[in-house]
C-alpha cells in the first residue's frame, strides 16, 4: 500500500529537486573511509545476485544517501537504503526484504534524475511489501 501524493519531487528550499543521483548533485560525492558500493552487485533474500549498483541517489536538505539506483535486467530501479545493507568489506549490497527475482518488478521512475513524492512512496511500499508477502512462508502466521 501507498498513499497517493503529489507527482512532483521534494523540493530545496531554493527550488530544485531534494533527492538526485550524484551524476547530477555537483559537490556531492560519498566518503572515501566508507565503501562504494557503486558497480557492487546486489543480492536478493535468496542470496542470488539480482544487479549491480548503477549509482547513489542523495538527499541535498540532510548530508545522505536515501537511494542506491540499480541496474537490473537493462533497467533501472531504486533501492530505499533503509532496505539495504553494504558489505564493509566488498562493498556488495545485500536486500532482506525482496528475493532476486523480485527486483525487475519494481515500480520505475518517470524522470531518471528525480523521483516524485509518489514514487518514493511507490518504491518503499514495494520492499516493505516484501518483507511480509515476498515467499509464500512470510505471509503465514508465526504463531
Known sequence: AYAI???VPDLTIDGDPRIVPLRVADGYSLDARDPN????QVFGADGVAAGTVK???????EPHVRYLELSVDGRSVMLP???AKVDAKTGDVKVASILSSQFKDVPALANPDQITLQEEDKVSAYYGGGTLYATPER???IL
Open 5 to 7: 501524493r503529489p507527482e
Open 37 to 40: 558500493p557503486i558497480g557492487r
Open 81 to 83: 537504503m533503509p532496505f
Open 55 to 61: 549509482d547513489a541517489w542523495v538527499d541535498r536538505g
Open 139 to 141: 505471509s503465514e502466521p
